[in-house]
T-cell receptor
Framework: GQNIDQPTEMTATEGAIVQINCTYQ??????LFWYQQHAGEAPTFLSY????GLEEKGRFSSFLSRSKGYSYLLLKELQMKDSASYLC??????????FGSGTKLNVKP | GAGVSQSPSNKVTEKGKDVELRCDPI?????LYWYRQRLGQGLEFLIY????????KSGLPSDRFSAERTGESVSTLTIQRTQQEDSAVYLC?????????????FGSGTQLSVL
């Protein structure tokens, strides 16, 4: 089967660091994506990992461990505008993207 | 076009009526996807198109749902005899699908409310 699990909601303080975890189970792995979705808006692409390790992109980094079926998104120097839902997803057979339910991040002053 | 365009942005209908949702993907994108997102929940896969064909329709919730794509461009998602549980945001996405790492570009969605 295809399963993705993420925490439902997290709260962090402006300027802090937060880690959002994602675990998945799939019989066919073709990489893992992270998307950001602000309330009432469409999801937008953040990162893609296909190999193990950390991919850094400015304030955002994404980590993948294929053997553990585990990924996380690391957000540094949190800003109020980072308040959004963060969705992890993977493409099954390259085409059928499965999304987690998303982690709603609340950034407080 | 510059981005994925969906119309209408909002649709209010009465239970039992049919609705048609439209998606204009980014020009040149061969893959097109429909997702449903209920309030506070994640994205539920409905169907995807490779060109004008739909290899995987397994996500369509019932036979009241259908979709088509023409000219490797515009797609329409039709819901017949709408029910209240159909109320959700329907998101369309497209990609070039040239490799496994190709990201999806989403439209702003159609908010469907069935009264």
């Amino acid at each position: 089967g295809q399963n993705i699990d993420q925490p439902t909601e997290m709260t962090a303080t402006e300027g802090a660091i937060v880690q959002i975890n994602c675990t998945y189970q799939t019989s066919g792995f073709n990489g893992l994506f992270w998307y950001q979705q602000h309330a009432g808006e469409a999801p937008t692409f953040l990162s893609y990992n296909v190999l193990d390790g950390l991919e850094e992109k400015g304030r955002f980094s994404s980590f993948l461990s294929r053997s553990k079926g585990y990924s996380y998104l690391l957000l540094k120097e949190l800003q109020m505008k980072d308040s959004a839902s963060y969705l992890c997803a993977y493409p099954y057979n390259f085409n059928k993207f499965y999304f987690g339910s998303g982690t709603k991040l609340n950034v407080k002053p | 076009g510059a981005g994925v365009s969906q119309s209408p942005s909002n649709k209010v209908t009465e239970k039992g009526k049919d609705v048609e949702l439209r998606c204009d993907p980014i020009s040149g994108h061969t893959a097109l996807y429909w997702y449903r997102q209920r309030l506070g929940q994640g994205l539920e896969f409905l169907i995807y198109f490779q060109g004008n064909s739909a290899p995987d329709k397994s996500g369509l919730p019932s036979d009241r749902f259908s979709a088509e794509r023409t000219g490797e461009s515009v797609s329409t998602l039709t819901i017949q005899r709408t029910q209240q549980e159909d109320s959700a945001v329907y998101l369309c996405a497209s990609s070039t699908q040239t490799g496994p790492g190709e990201k999806l570009f989403f439209g702003s969605g159609t908010q469907l409310s069935v009264l």
